[in-house]
């Protein structure tokens, strides 16, 4: 079933400019179904967890997290509960979390790129101009 369009114009003076919305989703890809299998199979543990190459932060790494189908992120521990969202990008080359900035868990928000991807781990990395964060996750 084809997506529904809308198609906005915007004219001033001899300016044009077309807008087209689509509404429902979009087809996914081989290589971003494929993604969304792999973290949707199982929990995750933190397993490191490093911030502008700091040490490894123990804090951080005893969260555990769950992807659900329907973009909500869990993230917990022994004690708290704390939910978010997450989506990959549209190539899938990035994995976007986004946790409330109150949250013990906010440093696990950012634009994360998949660097490495094997059976039972994922390497994450958010590289910006003075910000660089790693994380890597295991199946649990």
Not at 20 to 44: I, M, N
Not at 96 to 118: C, F, M, Q, Y
Request: charged share 30%; with cysteine.
């Amino acid at each position: 079933m084809e997506p529904e369009v809308m198609v906005l114009v915007f004219e001033e003076g001899t300016l044009r400019m077309e807008m087209h919305l689509r509404t429902g989703k979009p087809q996914v890809s081989d290589q971003c179904a494929d993604l969304l299998d792999y973290l949707l199979e199982e929990s995750w543990d933190i397993e490191k967890f490093t911030n502008d190459d700091q040490p490894s932060d123990h804090e951080i790494e005893a969260y555990h997290l769950i992807f659900n189908a329907d973009g909500s992120l869990i993230v917990y521990d022994a004690d708290t509960e704390i939910t978010g969202r997450w989506y990959p990008s549209r190539n899938c080359q990035y994995l976007v979390v986004e946790i409330d900035k109150n949250s013990p868990a906010h440093r696990l928000s950012g634009t994360w790129e998949i660097e490495k991807r094997e059976q039972q781990k994922i390497k994450l990395v958010y590289d910006k101009i003075s910000k660089r964060k790693t994380l890597e996750l295991i199946k649990t």
